[in-house]
């Protein structure tokens, strides 16, 4: 039984799917947002509490006995939080030490009230909300400020991802300069995004004679997922880029572990070929989303290789290693911007500095379904409306977007692919098993993006 708080009058909850034309939301209780924040969001927040517990004593070794207080009131912050998130309560205002405190506060005191309760929000607000509340217990306390609840998996995930990494650092070596390479390792790098913490790594496990490798092959089954392949368009757009003195690619990273390993792949190409001169790494400032990479586990990732004792692999985590150095990774100054609540076309008035910094790339990658649904606004759009009208403006660069469908935000589809699709499997929008690889061009001016006037500052739809 839900609260009775759920039968006031205004924007109710309602026992729909969710409407096309409308923002995702916990309103519609037939849709996955109802569900993740319903059930999910309250095991997120317990698996940070058995964490705690779990670590308890190592953290008393490290900080002493006065972090049990620190302990105790988180968990009981969180206690309070899943409280909130059940009786579906307004959101409150940061307090504390948060350095993008007052960017939070601003945005929540501007939403009309009805728009500002977990299930009646958008979905999109109600769940960066969550994980920043989460992060902003431990910001708060006295020697916990640091401390990554998430980190455990994101390591566990590339641990038991041997097989598939020695496979797959095999299988890459030695690639050559062409299309086909080019667009499989994006391929391979999609459908990590798939599987994510705990994947399952079997699908990329090599055969017993490792040396006779045709796991890129393997990818060409799962690629009859693929709902749209833009791969030529990005190999084109770098193409084009060619004999510049500075390419520089954008890479908004999405989860740590294995899929981050095989963005470490995809970039090491990047640069072997000189399709690129240097790739950001945009990373989150905060633990979000479980298993979003924060800047000690790229660190980490690449120790991790260096020291493994296949020298395959310790050879490329020294190569990676060498590439940071010499500056062709850089992980990009954190932004507060990825861990907010807004959708990318709000960038251009929110975030002007992010926003002309992506303006210096030629290409800015989107990993993941999280980054989508920021891109695409959480919106249900018709699926076969075009990628770049969904970005509303948002252009700062060359946009490419890579990401398994997981939640009901799609668009570039060709017609009747959706209804089809929703003919042979009903959950094709959450499962995580279709995936897009999306581009468009950037048309760039020379303002980036300062003069009010220019068309591609100026937000095209009326949301
Ligand atoms: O790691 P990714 O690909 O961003 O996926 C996380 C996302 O998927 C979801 O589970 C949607 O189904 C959201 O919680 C979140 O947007």
Redesign the pocket.
């Known amino acids: 039984m839900r609260p009775s708080v759920f039968s006031t009058t205004g924007t109710d909850l309602i026992d729909v799917v969710t409407p096309r034309h409308s923002l995702l939301s916990g309103r519609f209780k037939q849709s996955?947002a109802y569900i993740?924040l319903q059930a999910r969001m309250p095991g997120i927040m317990q698996q940070v509490i058995n964490t705690l517990r779990f670590r308890e004593y190592d953290l008393e070794d490290l900080y002493g006995e006065e972090v049990h207080k620190d302990v105790r009131m988180i968990i009981e912050s969180i206690e309070r939080l899943k409280g909130e998130l059940q009786r579906d309560r307004q959101f409150q205002l940061f307090h504390g030490n948060e350095p993008d405190k007052a960017e939070w506060n601003a945005f929540l005191s501007e939403l009309p009230r009805p728009k500002r309760s977990f299930f009646r929000a958008s979905w999109l607000h109600a769940?960066c909300y969550l994980y920043r509340r989460i992060s902003s217990f431990f910001e708060n306390s006295r020697h916990l400020q640091n401390f990554d609840y998430f980190a455990d998996l994101k390591k566990e995930d590339l641990q038991i991802s041997g097989r598939a990494i020695r496979c797959l650092t095999e299988a890459t070596r030695g690639l050559s300069k062409d299309f086909e390479s080019f667009s499989q390792l994006m391929r391979i790098n999609l459908w990590s995004?798939h599987y994510?913490i705990q994947l399952n790594a079997f699908i990329f496990d090599a055969p017993q004679d490792h040396k006779n490798i045709d796991v890129l092959a393997r990818v060409a089954d799962l690629d009859k997922r693929l709902l749209v392949d833009d791969s030529l368009l990005v190999w084109n757009c770098l193409m084009k880029a060619k004999g510049e003195k500075q390419i520089i690619v954008d890479y908004i990273c999405?989860?740590g572990g294995f899929e981050l390993f095989t963005d470490l792949l995809f970039i090491e190409y990047l640069i072997d070929h000189e399709l690129v001169t240097q790739v950001r790494m945009h990373v989150k400032a905060i633990p979000w989303?479980i298993?979003d990479v924060l800047r000690h586990d790229i660190e980490w990732t690449i120790k991790y290789l260096k020291d493994y004792n296949i020298e395959i692999i310790s050879t490329l985590g020294k190569k990676l290693e060498r590439l940071m150095s010499e500056k062709r990774i850089v992980i990009a100054p954190l932004s507060h911007f990825w861990t907010g609540p807004q959708s990318y076309f709000v960038m251009v008035d929110s975030n002007i500095e992010l926003y002309r910094f992506l303006t210096k790339a030629q290409l800015a990658i989107f990993k993941?379904?999280?980054?989508y649904?920021k891109l695409l606004g959480d919106y249900i759009w018709d699926s076969t409306e075009e990628f770049i009208t969904c970005l509303r403006g948002f252009r700062p660069t060359n946009i490419c977007a890579m990401?398994?469908v997981?939640?009901e935000v799609i668009c570039g589809l060709p017609e009747g692919c959706a209804d089809h699709l929703l003919k042979v499997d009903p959950t094709w929008m959450?499962s995580g098993s279709y995936g897009v690889i999306q581009y468009t061009d950037s048309l760039k001016c020379k303002c980036d993006g300062q003069d009010s006037a220019c068309s591609l500052t100026l937000k095209t739809s009326p949301l």
């Open positions: 996955f993740a769940e995004n994510e999405d989860n989303y298993s993941g379904d999280l980054n649904r990401r398994n997981k939640c959450i």
